[in-house]
């Protein structure tokens, strides 16, 4: 891949060289020629490992509830991966889909392997799968419970196309927990580690770059086999310094001193470390929020089953009954049904709601929709694969491609009503 060549075919009938001398190379060859070799030069391989590390950003392992099993399922971290397939669930079909359009990793959201195996044989589906990802060198990743709880994740996507505001987790599960990291700095290297801190630094709601300095004097006596980059061995240095603060989840604490270390002019910077009991973003299951304006239960059905293209839905409560403020959960989420209950949800919208499920919202008082495990998980395809791509982007991995599986289909079948 790279910008197109523009050549110029040069030959000594044009009159631009003379008998036995070497033909000229027009300067627009040689321009393009340099402008390709360095768009070559510029391009990084992607390794899985490379791969897995983007993708723990988009959706943290340790968000991830206690018995799921997310991450790396097959496939050898140190290997090349320049085209990627995003799907649900990585069955046979899907595998070999990957393979078919040359894939080197399998992202899906419904882990491969759930539980542990005693075995792995190719007379069961799950042992012919693994058989055939490992045999066409496919790596398996999946984000599965910490992608629905993820900021960004499958139910900030789900709130979006059934078209909420102002949505936050509907049944938290983790906070974030924060840090206060505070260096000092001669005045000339303040900008420069703001700059370096910054990547690191938390916003502060719809504001970034946030940081407080101040100016002060700092001491300091360098001992025998010091090489100050201020003062003289033994002797006593007065230094104006700055403080400067930054605000940091502490899970960026490690990167943010190796920033720090790599631009501090001293050999030995002084710095102090805060934790904090500031909350910080709450993390957790579904999400619950407005729509921009009321209307009723079965208007609110039928929109939820046109925009996640569903044949039908079903629901639980009065037709009439208005709808407002929704929670939603993807794929099986009826378990956060008396959180959205306790939020003053007047419908939550799911999918594999059962019979008791209902009667148990009536009891409630709030209504369901069932819009079903596919159609509220499947969406998370597009989604990854648009955002996969964006990230691998930004990361310089301009030859990895990204491509949604497009075979994917509800086991379920609809009648006609």
Partial sequence: MGPPLHTKEVTPDDGTTTNGATPTIDS????????HSFYLCRMKTAKLSDILGIINKISPVNLAESWDNPGLQ????????????????????????ALQSDCQLLVTHHPLIFKPQK?????????????AAIRGGLGIVCMH???????????????????????????????????KLVVFVPGEHL???????????????????CSFSTPGEGTYTPQEGAAPFIGTVGVREKVREYRLEVLLDRAKLQQALK????????????????????????????????????????DYANRVAARLDSPGTRFVGAPAATVKKVAVCSGSGVSVMRSAARAGADVLVTGDVKYHEA????????????????HTEIIMAAAVQSRLLHTLRESGFDGCWVIACSIEADPFRYLPG
Wanted: net charge negative; with cysteine.
């Fill in 74 to 97: 097959l496939g050898d971290p140190t290997v090349e991966v320049s085209r990627i397939m995003v799907a649900l669930d990585a069955t046979p079909a899907v595998i070999e889909s």
């Fill in 191 to 209: 900008e420069g580690m703001r700059t370096a801190l910054f990547p690191h630094a938390e916003s502060m709601g719809a504001y970034r770059d």
């Fill in 119 to 131: 075995s792995i044989s190719t007379a069961t589906t799950l042992g012919r799968s693994i058989h």
């Fill in 28 to 35: 627009t060859r040689v321009h393009t020629d340099r402008l």
């Fill in 359 to 374: 009667r148990d919202a009536e009891d409630l008082g709030i209504a369901l929709i069932d819009a079903g495990h596919f």
């Fill in 145 to 179: 419970t910490n992608y629905d709880i993820a900021e960004g994740g499958l139910n900030d996507v789900l709130s979006e196309r059934l078209g909420l505001t102002d949505c936050v987790p509907l049944q938290v599960s983790t906070c974030q927990e924060l840090a």
């Fill in 259 to 298: 920033s720090l270390h790599a631009v501090h002019p001293y050999e030995e910077p002084a710095y102090d470390i805060y934790p904090l009991h500031n909350r910080g973003r709450e993390s957790g299951l579904g999400r619950i929020g407005f729509l921009p304006d009321a209307t009723t239960l079965a």
